[in-house]
């Protein structure tokens, strides 16, 4: 009776410590599967997302190429043929890279030395013009909407640098000294104001240091090319279809 009972008490303990692994077993497999279920749905969410997005921005590149080419059949129409349309275009970019010869209204600038004002003992400094004025002077003409921009027949383009090179300035790896002569195509009154209104660095040149800043404004202002042929060791175009 005994031994009976013993054996019952075994058999109950075996139970319940196979029941146990088991029930621990079943857990960790419903969370392995939670998780992994889990990921599965957010990869999904986010692999949807991307494929709309690329959709998307397939659309637009449809959509702007059906508007360039029917800006082409417009221009056609207009103007006779395809070649006609794509030599303007091609006079456009040429103006916007300085690569061609342009005239237009607009002012030119001489820029000088205060020879006059300067005493001995004093900063001479303060009476030359620096190439920092320079840069100041073009930036206030692009900002006032200033189409091209020419300092002593040197034409300014993306290319273009202003530096100091001892008692001149260096333009496009050129040296020239003052006078400047700076030529800007844009709206005369707008351009003149940029340098000669109150409170605009130009203005200050002329108030507090005596520099030498005359404009005169032209219905026909005549600016070089830009002879250079750009060379471009970095930048490359990027291609929008992707391939």
Not at 42 to 55: D, L
Not at 122 to 132: A, F, G, S, T
């Amino acid at each position: 009776m005994q031994k009976k009972i013993m054996n019952q008490m075994i058999i109950f303990f075996l139970s319940g410590i196979l029941g146990y692994f088991l029930i621990t077993n079943m857990l960790h497999n419903t969370q392995q599967y939670s998780l992994v279920s889990i990921n599965s749905i957010q990869m999904m969410k986010n692999s949807i997302q991307n494929n709309r997005q690329e959709i998307q921005d397939l659309r637009e590149m449809i959509e702007q190429k059906k508007k360039e080419l029917d800006n082409y059949k417009n221009a056609v129409k207009e103007k006779g043929s395809i070649s006609t349309v794509l030599e303007q275009e091609l006079e456009q970019l040429k103006m916007l890279s300085g690569t061609t010869d342009v005239h237009g209204p607009g002012i030119m600038i001489r820029l000088d030395d205060n020879h006059d004002g300067y005493k001995e003992g004093e900063d001479l400094n303060l009476y030359i013009v620096h190439d920092l004025d320079v840069v100041l002077i073009v930036n206030d003409l692009i900002a006032a909407g200033a189409e091209a921009i020419s300092i002593n027949g040197k034409r300014l383009t993306a290319d273009s640098g202003i530096i100091c090179g001892g008692n001149v300035i260096k333009i496009n790896d050129e040296e020239i000294g003052a006078p400047f002569i700076i030529k800007a195509i844009g709206d005369p009154k707008l351009l003149s104001a940029a340098v000669n209104a109150p409170n605009t660095y130009g203005w200050e040149l002329k108030e507090f240091f005596g520099i030498k800043l005359e404009t005169i404004q032209s219905d026909d202002i005549p600016i070089p090319r830009y002879f250079k042929k750009p060379e471009f060791e970095y930048v490359k175009p990027i291609n929008k279809e992707g391939e």
